[in-house]
Every structure is written in structure tokens, then in C-alpha cells.
């Protein structure tokens, strides 16, 4: 536990861990392969409490303030802020980068385990909110966004299996 009786070095040196903690998780995150941010594993699953996403609409009103948050471009990186495209593979690229996003914010909040334990409790407790705060929203915002874009991709699919479904009777009814 920090035993500093000053706040400002106590405060120093949880920030200097958190700094270490998030570069750690953001190198992580690109290092790891796209298999591993697939939306099939358990992690990016809908759970029921989501019904669908509405929970983020109706109840968190997501749709007021996920777009006055910023959001990280890396170099060569993938914009999330709208849709540049709309065939299955730049939406299911998209969704991915949903899963990225996700894992990345939710492994920056396990750094609440380090804070509650080197910390006072009072210190810590204010900390992990203070963290939480900074990355449950963008969590919100990445399932959010991966229920539309899934909804979507389902959608496109139909459309084009209904296209071909037209086109097969077309030709055989035109033989």
C-alpha cells in the first residue's frame, strides 16, 4: 500500500502505473491477432439485460452523447466514426474493431484491482471510479454500435439472398 502522506505523490505515482497499465493493454490489443476480437466469442456475446441493444438506447440514452466523446485513430487505423462502406466485409471489419475496442477498454478497467490494492481504501475507491468512469462509456458505445452494425450485416445479407432468390426464378421462369 502507498504510504506517502503527501497526495500529490501518491497521486504521481498511480497516474505514472495507469499511464504504464494503458500502453501495456493498447500494445496488447494490436499485438493480438483478429481472430481473437471475433464477436462469436464469449466476451462480445449479447446478454440478455442488453435485449438487443435497446438497453443502451432506451435506458442510457446513447444516442445523446456517444458522439461528443472522442474516439482513437491509430496510424493506418480504422475510423469508427461512420460508415465508409457497406458490403459484409468493411461491416464485419467494423465490427471487429467494435470487439478491439471493447477488449481494450475492458482490460484498462481491471487496472482497479491494482488501484484498490496499493491504495488507502478511500484512495482507491475514488480512483476506480474515476477509471471507470473513463472506459465503461466507450464499452457501452463499442456493443452498442456492434448490435447496429450486426443488425445491419443481417439485413444486407437478406437483401441479397432475396436479389439472387429473384434472379434464379427470372431466369428459370424466362427458360
Known sequence: MINDKHFFNVLMINILLGVIWHYATFFLCIMKKNEDYSPDRRMYRPHKWERGGRFYSDTLHINKWKDRLPQHIGKNGFSKDHLDDISIEYIDRFIRETCRGEWNHSMNCLFAIVLLIINKPLTGAFLTLLLLIGNV???????????RLQKLRSLILKK???????????ITNGE
Open 137 to 147: 462509456p466507450f464499452i457501452f458505445i463499442q456493443r452498442y454500435n456492434r448490435f
Open 160 to 170: 441479397k439472398r432475396q436479389a439472387v432468390g429473384c434472379n434464379k426464378s427470372y
